[in-house]
């Protein structure tokens, strides 16, 4: 395969990553390491739909949230299932309903497309605020292991790792998508559908696929976290805050390549992590949302762009 | 109730127009401040699908932490003489606090209708979306008047925000929940259908308030999302569109 | 008072690609002038240039509008037609998800157009009795020749002084180019009207013209002083009548 050594070379990367967390033996590390991880594949996810595909989704705390339920169900029916094969549920629950969105907003082009999604996000709030069985209003609490599987540690070294290695496949697939014809496709939708789809580009199944992937990979990222917060109510779960960083990220990085989120998330959320240390947790919040109005109106290209443009 | 219903309601009225009124104007400068960087910024780049929402998505989220830094998560409500009461007649009640903003949201939107179609200014708002180099040729300016639109627009919605509270409690994150109502409510009626928009928006009040009643009130915000995967399924262009 | 139209050495075009080379053409206060030409050889460009829709990279465009003079490169669309200069474009451009009541008073946005808008408009049904029958109607479901006459009309409705036509016969029947040329003198002559035409249908243009100018490649390669001038012209016989 062609995109062996690339994959390679970002299990090398992660696994300095995690040897070095490791070393630190700081659960801090760890606790801080996975947030921003779980950044660069929610960014990721919404990059392959919004940065490639064009088409803007706001409804990223739906599908994140599905992938957050899906485990908490399975905790409760099935205490033992191990943490990854949770993820696979969670990660393809999400990508049938992007698939689902994906058809019946078919019709939907830009900011309808958009203001859909966000509806969405209300609805399934809704939907999970009324099911008892995950906690309702009220939210569930979830026993997590006191010591890791396999690795030994505690339980959030596992955490960090899963996450590390979800971080690879999702990084992996983008770059594959940039390099293949399915990334021309998804360009050719962006630039100008009506002449894609003139000139022979099956618009309609690289939706399918752009819509299913991006939510798939946000069920994914969403899967760990009822074990990385314990306690997961509709209002956590669903926080904007998931929403803007995860469109905040990839924008300030830059749209065009798999490393725009990775630049944007590790940048953006070691500052949110600095600011909520040294200042107030308030503040941290609001930082992605203005960074993310002042880069789309000063640097459009984000910052890979502007070294894009330097060479 | 043994004061003047008059009075009363004359009292309430310009009290609430008085203050939404100051608010609407203020926020719709506000509006046609914002216009005009979205304008400089994506508009004139043409960049405007994945910059240009993002940034509306900036604000939203903006405004919405500005608020929760300001009066905090939880919900706040106003307090007013009407708010309470009900007008009391034969067969059922009519709570102030209802007949209020129905009144006021009413004649705003009759009034703003009116705007649109009668004067020199609304037409051209509505003739902006369909063809710009041939309003430029009706000797106005496209971005002036898109720059009116939107001021007026933001100020309908802060109009109809300060209606809200007399409503309801609210918090900061309530936003969100009525831009999915918007949105079903534009859709089921037509874009820029004004009897369309009416009647849609009479019957999400009606449909939502029977699923509160029977179902529960943690029920109504998903309401809107039926409605509009239904219009969107059976007639995507509305019950009046053009 | 007199209104005219004086164009002197513009060179125009679209990024790299020129269009127009050093271009000339007057017309003179109550004139109706064509500007003749196939496809592909500047007319709409020129006509786009002194809309403001083109900036010329050279040369100057002025008008004389009741008797106060005003160059006109550097102004926006908006501010040209506001002096008193209407645009037909070609294809029309009328807002087809308006009535063509809506049509016709937005023609009217030009503040100093406000004031006369019940006599426009009358003059408007009177003169297109078609537009007063289908007044309601939405412009977008009218037929090419009803829609070119509602273009007319609106043009008309802000009060001009120079009328500018681009191409009015494209896809109509022959008939229909013939009554829409009958349109153009009559509001003409009842507004006392300054007038440009683009057009290829030159013996149609030719009808109500009082001179003409013929463009190729983006130049004028004649200027004919009077109908008969252009009649005989080698060019306009190589060109139109394949003689």
């Known amino acids: 395969m062609r995109g062996t050594p690339f994959i390679l070379i970002l299990i090398a990367i992660a696994a300095v990553i995690f040897g070095l967390a490791r070393w630190l033996d700081n659960s801090y590390a760890f606790f801080v390491g996975y947030v921003v991880v779980q950044y660069i594949v929610l960014g990721t996810a919404w990059n392959i739909l919004g940065g490639y595909t064009g088409y803007v989704n706001f409804g990223i705390t739906a599908f994140f949230a599905i992938g957050a339920y899906s485990s908490v169900v399975l905790h409760k029916l099935v205490p033992a299932m191990p943490l990854p094969a949770m993820i696979v549920v969670g990660g393809v629950m999400a990508g049938i309903v992007g698939i689902g969105t994906g058809y019946l907003t078919l019709r939907l082009r830009g900011v309808f497309f958009s203001i859909a999604t966000l509806a969405l996000a209300v609805v399934v709030q809704t939907l999970i605020t009324n099911w008892d069985f995950v906690g309702g209003a009220r939210g569930a609490y979830v026993l997590r292991p006191r010591v890791a599987p396999l690795i030994g540690g505690g339980y959030i070294d596992y955490l960090f790792l899963i996450m590390l290695g979800l971080c690879v496949a999702a990084l992996a697939t983008a770059r594959a998508i940039e390099r293949s014809a399915l990334g021309f496709g998804f360009a050719a939708i962006r630039d100008d559908e009506a002449a894609a789809e003139a000139s022979g580009v099956p618009t309609l199944r690289l939706k399918l696929i752009a819509t299913g992937l991006s939510g798939g990979f946000m069920g994914m990222a969403g899967a760990p976290l009822p074990f990385y917060v314990t306690y997961l109510d509709p209002a956590s779960g669903f926080s904007l805050n998931y929403a803007v960083n995860a469109i905040a990220m990839p924008l300030i990085g830059g749209t065009s390549s798999w490393l725009g989120p990775v630049v944007g998330a590790v940048l953006v959320g070691g500052l949110q992590e600095y600011l909520r240390v040294t200042i107030s947790s308030a503040v941290n919040v609001l930082v992605a949302g203005v960074l993310m109005v002042v880069f789309v109106i000063i640097a459009p290209q984000g910052i890979v762009g502007l070294f894009k443009r330097k060479r | ?242 | 008072m007199a209104s005219s139209l004086n164009i002197a050495n513009i060179d125009a075009g679209y990024g790299a690609v020129r269009v127009l080379h050093d271009v000339s053409l007057s017309v003179g206060a109550g004139e109706t002038v064509a500007l003749l030409g196939t496809n592909g050889n500047g007319k709409s460009t020129l006509m786009k240039s002194i809309m403001g829709i083109v900036r010329p990279s050279g040369g100057s465009i002025s008008a004389v509008i009741d008797g106060a003079t005003h160059e006109l490169i550097g102004l926006s669309t908006e501010e040209i037609v506001d002096l008193g200069i209407a645009f037909v474009p070609e294809g029309r451009r009328l807002f087809p998800k308006q009535t063509v009541t809506e049509n016709l008073l937005l023609g009217a946005f030009r503040p100093a157009a406000r004031p006369a808008i019940r006599r426009n408009l009358d003059f408007c049904f009177e003169t297109f009795p078609v537009l007063k029958e289908r007044a309601r109607q939405l412009a977008g479901s009218m037929s090419g020749g009803e829609q070119q006459m509602l273009a007319l009309a609106r043009a008309l409705m802000s009060a001009p002084r120079i009328l500018l036509v681009d191409e009015p016969s494209v896809g109509l029947a022959p008939l229909l180019v013939r009554r829409t040329i009958d349109k153009i003198k009559e509001l003409k002559d009842g507004y006392n009207l300054t007038v440009l035409m683009a057009e290829q249908n030159f013996t149609q243009a030719i009808r109500i013209a009082d001179r003409g100018y013929v463009i190729v490649h983006g130049q004028i390669a004649f200027a004919g002083e009077s109908a008969e001038a252009l009649n005989n012209n080698e060019l306009i016989r190589e060109f139109y009548l394949g003689t």
Request: proline share 4%.
């Open chain 2, 1 to 242: 109730m043994d004061v003047s219903l008059d009075l009363l309601m004359n009292a309430m009225i310009s009290g609430l127009l008085l203050g939404g009124f100051y608010a609407a104007v203020s926020i719709g400068l506000l509006g046609m401040a914002v216009y005009q960087v979205y304008y400089v910024a994506f508009e004139r780049r043409d960049d405007q699908s994945l910059r240009g929402l993002s940034f509306f998505f900036g604000l939203l989220f903006i405004a919405e932490v500005g608020l929760i830094l300001v009066f905090g998560v939880d919900y706040r409500s106003v307090n007013a003489r009407y708010i309470g009461p009900s007008l009391q007649l034969v067969l059922f009640d009519l709570p102030w606090r209802l007949l209020v903003p129905f009144l006021v949201s009413m004649a705003m939107a009759i009034g703003l209708q009116i705007f649109l179609s009668r004067s020199f200014l609304g037409r051209a708002i509505q003739a902006v979306a369909q063809d710009q180099l041939a309003l430029q040729l009706m000797a106005a300016n496209p971005t002036r008047i898109k720059r009116i639109a939107f001021g007026l627009s933001i100020a309908t919605a802060a109009l109809a925000g300060a209606c809200l509270i007399i409503i309801q409690p609210v918090e900061p994150s309530i936003g969100r929940e009525y831009i999915g109502r918007v949105f079903a409510i534009c859709v089921l009626g037509g874009l820029g259908s004004f009897p369309g928009m009416m009647i849609a928006a009479m019957t999400l009040g009606i449909v939502e308030s029977l699923t509160s009643t029977f179902f529960g009130p943690s029920w109504a915000p998903a309401v809107a999302f039926g409605v509009l995967l239904v219009t969107l399924a059976v007639r995507p262009s509305g019950i009046l569109g053009r």
